[in-house]
């Protein structure tokens, strides 16, 4: 499936819609603007939250955990110490981990597990604001893919926000 992510480029807090390939909204984050640390509902197009997002302030390095109907579903972590490219853990419960590595400084980068590429992000076509075009393979859980997309954004970017 692709999706399109965009960041809202005048919002309180960091706010982001996702449209699937036919350009239609189907997903919306709502960034709290006044909260420590990140903070973000992942909900759908009526209001109904699905995920939510909140970074960890007491870890060592750049740290996020994402949970759905209260129950922690996973914790995306940035590596500190990686040589020419930037590389980020997504453990979630059981052996189904992903990595997300690539170019995140110009936000290219993919999402495998065991080696398989099974989703792909790309900056590479949008410019205006915080836009990403994201492909992820059938059989995914592209809700967990998209939310850890984001944290990743807000890891390496989140002080760029209207910079582009």
Not at 33 to 39: I, K, P, T, W, Y
Not at 94 to 104: K, N, Q, R, S, V
Request: overall charge negative; hydrophobic content about 40%; some cysteine.
């Amino acid at each position: 499936m692709r999706y399109v992510m965009r960041q809202k480029f005048w919002s309180w807090g960091d706010d982001f819609t996702i449209q699937d390939e036919a350009g239609q909204d189907v997903f919306y984050l709502d960034g709290k603007a006044f909260s420590l640390g990140d903070q973000l509902s992942f909900q759908d197009l009526e209001g109904n939250e699905l995920a939510f997002i909140r970074q960890k302030l007491l870890a060592w390095g750049p740290t996020y955990e994402i949970y759905r109907r209260g129950e922690l579903q996973a914790v995306v972590k940035k590596a500190l110490f990686t040589l020419f490219q930037c590389r980020f853990s997504v453990d979630v419960p059981g052996p189904d981990d992903l990595e997300a590595t690539g170019d995140l400084f110009d936000h290219e980068y993919s999402f495998t597990r065991g080696g398989e590429t099974v989703a792909t992000i790309s900056k590479r076509w949008f410019s205006w604001t915080d836009s990403y075009g994201v492909e992820i393979a059938e059989g995914e859980d592209d809700l967990l893919i998209l939310a850890s997309a984001v944290v990743i954004d807000l890891a390496c970017h989140g002080d760029e926000k209207g910079d582009d």
